[in-house]
């Protein structure tokens, strides 16, 4: 039988995102990560549960699960070693498989690994590996594999596996994070961050409303030219290729937005000691630089500068990820909108040795493939745009995804043609203007993308407003029949139509500046909101003010309670009043113990002041009982 061996916090980095979604969701945030290993022939089910059983006492992180502590706060506990059964599974068809590879874990319950018996396509034996994405990321899925090759080759062998000891354990290093050895490096962290989110501009796409499905638009690209293009323009800039492909997709991205200042989230691991190098767990965690578009810079000072900002984020990195959003949403809430996009770039490219990559033509032609995935749920870590650079020596893969409710299609495609024409330009003459390159580009943004089901335009365009997004922004809220937006003598005036008598100017405009977490443009609060309100009875007008009242009493109560704060003001978001994000998953079970439902853990992140959030609560369809809350 099982028994606990020890508990404590979570590492930090996306193992926190993960536990988060777990606990609102009970589903994982992102797919896990699986590999097969080849045995033998013959191998039995029995000499391959041998093998595991060294992984896994090897491994504590395999032999752990997720919950909270009695204070709520995320917390792992490892388990005593155990066999783990190896599943047969050489007669599952192909649908069994994929479904045995994709099944979520129950991380609060069960180990996050699962071990199967399969054949390979070759008909050879092979032993199926799959992890929860709260344990494992690529890093540590290439640790595992090598340790397994190690031990299965030992257990065959009947001998000892020849490997190091595991120095850092995720505990350890969780401990390690949170210890006075780490003091000085956190506070100049939330020293440095507090300054740098507040240069980051609020987001660069928009959208209406948060959809409830959306469908991404994917365009894939393997030019044979781009390895040497990339490695030539790095070595004559004396830039890191990461770098340079970041100042690349700056470019593309700013010339299909218009935009001067473009946030990017780039990925760091946080890992301050060599031994972490070698941690079994999920410690990228992605924070954000403001790449700033400067017509007269050259691109070696802009892709160098980039490099300088990332170095710097990194150095900054040790931070409670958590914390971190927290911070984020606070700024985001001072400055009325979300900061960052949900735009995300990745570069994993692995250069080879030699320069061979550079031999390769300088252009074969436009190779982008665009597809548009099928309807999939809208969640609030959706990203709107991921780009990605990936693959090693002369093979360079690019992907970019495009949420196509928020950029559409067209738009997109833009990004990913601009990234290749700016590679074929900066390959003749590295050290051109960002104007200039810019102005290469221009030709391929036409126009504004349309999207496809409400024909309207999508993406903003600098200091441009349109009244449109302004009106279906407002009839968004539930209080509002129909609005016009106009311009009276230099100013933005909107004419709105209510059904609540109550509903204010100042009410309104708060709406409004909420929704700019999703559709942030320049402009898009009107300087006056006329509101039109209609007759209603001294009766109906008092019960609406009631249930108004109760909802938000009750919405700020268990914000108030949950979080254990003195008082809470209504006219500030959640993470203003000091509402913890990890604690959101109970204030939403607490509300629905009260007998309201309507919001979502992302309500929560967004900066939207209580008021706000609480017209959105509606009669919950079934309670829950609030009392551990």
Same mark, same amino acid.
């Not at 041998?50 to 992180?61: F, G, K, M, Q, S």
């Given at each position: 039988?099982?028994?606990?061996?020890?508990?404590?916090?979570?590492?930090?980095?996306?193992?926190?995102?993960?536990?988060?979604?777990?606990?609102?969701?009970?589903?994982?945030?992102?797919?896990?990560?699986?590999?097969?290993?080849?045995?033998?022939?013959?191998?039995?089910?029995?000499?391959?549960?041998?093998?595991?059983?060294?992984?896994?006492?090897?491994?504590?992180?395999?032999?752990?699960?997720?919950?909270?502590?009695?204070?709520?706060?995320?917390?792992?506990?490892?388990?005593?070693?155990?066999?783990?059964?190896?599943?047969?599974?050489?007669?599952?068809?192909?649908?069994?498989?994929?479904?045995?590879?994709?099944?979520?874990?129950?991380?609060?319950?069960?180990?996050?690994?699962?071990?199967?018996?399969?054949?390979?396509?070759?008909?050879?034996?092979?032993?199926?590996?799959?992890?929860?994405?709260?344990?494992?990321?690529?890093?540590?899925?290439?640790?595992?594999?090598?340790?397994?090759?190690?031990?299965?080759?030992?257990?065959?062998?009947?001998?000892? %596996?020849?490997?190091?000891?595991?120095?850092?354990?995720?505990?350890?290093?969780?401990?390690?994070?949170?210890?006075?050895?780490?003091?000085?490096?956190?506070?100049?962290?939330?020293?440095?961050?507090?300054?740098?989110?507040?240069?980051?501009?609020?987001?660069?796409?928009?959208?209406?409303?948060?959809?409830?499905?959306?469908?991404?638009?994917?365009?894939?690209?393997?030019?044979?030219?781009?390895?040497?293009?990339?490695?030539?323009?790095?070595?004559?800039?004396?830039?890191?290729?990461?770098?340079?492909?970041?100042?690349?997709?700056?470019?593309?991205?700013?010339?299909?937005?218009?935009?001067?200042?473009?946030?990017?989230?780039?990925?760091?691991?946080?890992?301050?000691?060599?031994?972490?190098?070698?941690?079994?767990?999920?410690?990228?965690?992605?924070?954000?630089?403001?790449?700033?578009?400067?017509?007269?810079?050259?691109?070696?000072?802009?892709?160098?500068?980039?490099?300088?900002?990332?170095?710097?984020?990194?150095?900054?990195?040790?931070?409670?990820?958590?914390?971190?959003?927290?911070?984020?949403?606070?700024?985001?809430?001072?400055?009325?909108?979300?900061?960052?996009?949900?735009?995300?770039?990745?570069?994993?490219?692995?250069?080879?040795?030699?320069?061979?990559?550079?031999?390769?033509?300088?252009?074969?032609?436009?190779?982008?493939?665009?597809?548009?995935?099928?309807?999939?749920?809208?969640?609030?870590?959706?990203?709107?745009?991921?780009?990605?650079?990936?693959?090693?020596?002369?093979?360079?893969?690019?992907?970019?995804?495009?949420?196509?409710?928020?950029?559409?299609?067209?738009?997109?495609?833009?990004?990913?043609?601009?990234?290749?024409?700016?590679?074929?330009?900066?390959?003749?003459?590295?050290?051109?203007?960002?104007?200039?390159?810019?102005?290469?580009?221009?030709?391929?943004?036409?126009?504004?993308?349309?999207?496809?089901?409400?024909?309207?335009?999508?993406?903003?365009?600098?200091?441009?407003?349109?009244?449109?997004?302004?009106?279906?922004?407002?009839?968004?809220?539930?209080?509002?029949?129909?609005?016009?937006?106009?311009?009276?003598?230099?100013?933005?005036?909107?004419?709105?139509?209510?059904?609540?008598?109550?509903?204010?100017?100042?009410?309104?405009?708060?709406?409004?500046?909420?929704?700019?977490?999703?559709?942030?443009?320049?402009?898009?609060?009107?300087?006056?909101?006329?509101?039109?309100?209609?007759?209603?009875?001294?009766?109906?007008?008092?019960?609406?003010?009631?249930?108004?009242?109760?909802?938000?009493?009750?919405?700020?109560?268990?914000?108030?309670?949950?979080?254990?704060?003195?008082?809470?003001?209504?006219?500030?978001?959640?993470?203003?009043?000091?509402?913890?994000?990890?604690?959101?998953?109970?204030?939403?079970?607490?509300?629905?113990?009260?007998?309201?439902?309507?919001?979502?853990?992302?309500?929560?992140?967004? %900066?939207?002041?209580?008021?706000?959030?609480?017209?959105?609560?509606?009669?919950?369809?079934?309670?829950?009982?609030?009392?551990?809350?």
């Amino acid at each position: 039988m099982e028994k606990l061996v020890r508990r404590g916090p979570l590492q930090w980095g996306m193992a926190c995102g993960e536990w988060l979604t777990f606990q609102d969701e009970r589903k994982a945030q992102y797919p896990g990560w699986w590999f097969e290993h080849e045995v033998p022939e013959g191998t039995s089910v029995r000499v391959l549960e041998d093998a595991v059983a060294v992984l896994v006492e090897r491994h504590e992180i395999l032999r752990t699960t997720f919950d909270v502590d009695e204070d709520g706060c995320p917390e792992q506990r490892v388990w005593s070693p155990e066999r783990v059964e190896v599943h047969a599974l050489e007669q599952a068809d192909p649908d069994q498989l994929q479904a045995f590879r994709t099944r979520d874990f129950l991380v609060d319950s069960e180990w996050p690994c699962r071990f199967g018996r399969v054949l390979r396509g070759t008909g050879a034996p092979a032993l199926l590996a799959c992890f929860s994405h709260i344990v494992v990321d690529n890093r540590a899925k290439e640790i595992l594999k090598q340790d397994l090759a190690v031990i299965m080759d030992a257990v065959l062998a009947k001998r000892s %596996p020849d490997l190091p000891p595991v120095e850092w354990q995720p505990l350890d290093y969780a401990l390690y994070e949170r210890s006075e050895k780490t003091a000085a490096l956190r506070r100049r962290a939330e020293e440095y961050w507090a300054g740098a989110l507040d240069r980051i501009p609020v987001a660069t796409f928009n959208i209406g409303e948060a959809p409830e499905t959306v469908r991404y638009v994917d365009c894939r690209s393997s030019p044979r030219s781009a390895a040497g293009q990339l490695e030539r323009i790095a070595q004559k800039l004396d830039a890191p290729m990461n770098s340079v492909f970041a100042g690349v997709f700056s470019i593309a991205l700013g010339g299909a937005t218009a935009q001067e200042v473009v946030p990017l989230d780039v990925t760091t691991h946080g890992r301050v000691t060599r031994n972490a190098l070698n941690v079994v767990a999920p410690l990228a965690r992605a924070v954000i630089i403001p790449s700033v578009l400067l017509p007269d810079q050259s691109f070696g000072d802009f892709a160098r500068g980039l490099h300088r900002l990332t170095f710097q984020a990194n150095r900054y990195s040790m931070v409670d990820t958590l914390e971190y959003t927290e911070w984020r949403a606070v700024m985001s809430g001072r400055k009325g909108g979300e900061i960052g996009s949900r735009i995300a770039l990745n570069f994993m490219y692995k250069q080879e040795g030699g320069h061979h990559a550079a031999d390769a033509p300088s252009r074969s032609g436009p190779q982008w493939e665009s597809t548009v995935s099928d309807p999939v749920e809208y969640r609030s870590f959706s990203h709107h745009l991921y780009v990605a650079a990936s693959g090693s020596g002369a093979r360079l893969e690019f992907h970019v995804s495009g949420n196509e409710a928020v950029i559409g299609r067209g738009n997109t495609e833009v990004v990913a043609r601009s990234i290749t024409d700016l590679l074929d330009h900066l390959d003749k003459d590295p050290d051109r203007s960002i104007g200039g390159l810019r102005g290469e580009i221009a030709g391929l943004v036409a126009a504004p993308s349309r999207d496809p089901i409400h024909g309207e335009p999508v993406i903003s365009r600098g200091d441009a407003f349109r009244p449109d997004f302004i009106d279906a922004a407002l009839q968004t809220h539930a209080g509002v029949k129909e609005a016009r937006t106009r311009l009276e003598e230099g100013a933005l005036v909107t004419e709105a139509a209510v059904s609540e008598p109550s509903l204010t100017e100042a009410e309104l405009i708060a709406f409004l500046k909420s929704k700019r977490s999703y559709r942030a443009v320049s402009r898009t609060i009107p300087d006056r909101i006329r509101v039109e309100r209609p007759e209603t009875s001294a009766d109906s007008s008092t019960e609406q003010n009631a249930a108004a009242s109760d909802a938000a009493s009750a919405l700020i109560d268990c914000v108030r309670t949950v979080n254990r704060l003195g008082s809470v003001d209504a006219q500030l978001s959640y993470a203003e009043c000091g509402g913890r994000f990890f604690r959101i998953p109970a204030v939403l079970r607490r509300l629905r113990g009260l007998g309201y439902e309507g919001l979502n853990r992302n309500d929560l992140q967004m %900066p939207c002041s209580l008021t706000i959030l609480a017209g959105r609560l509606g009669p919950a369809q079934g309670r829950t009982s609030a009392h551990e809350d």
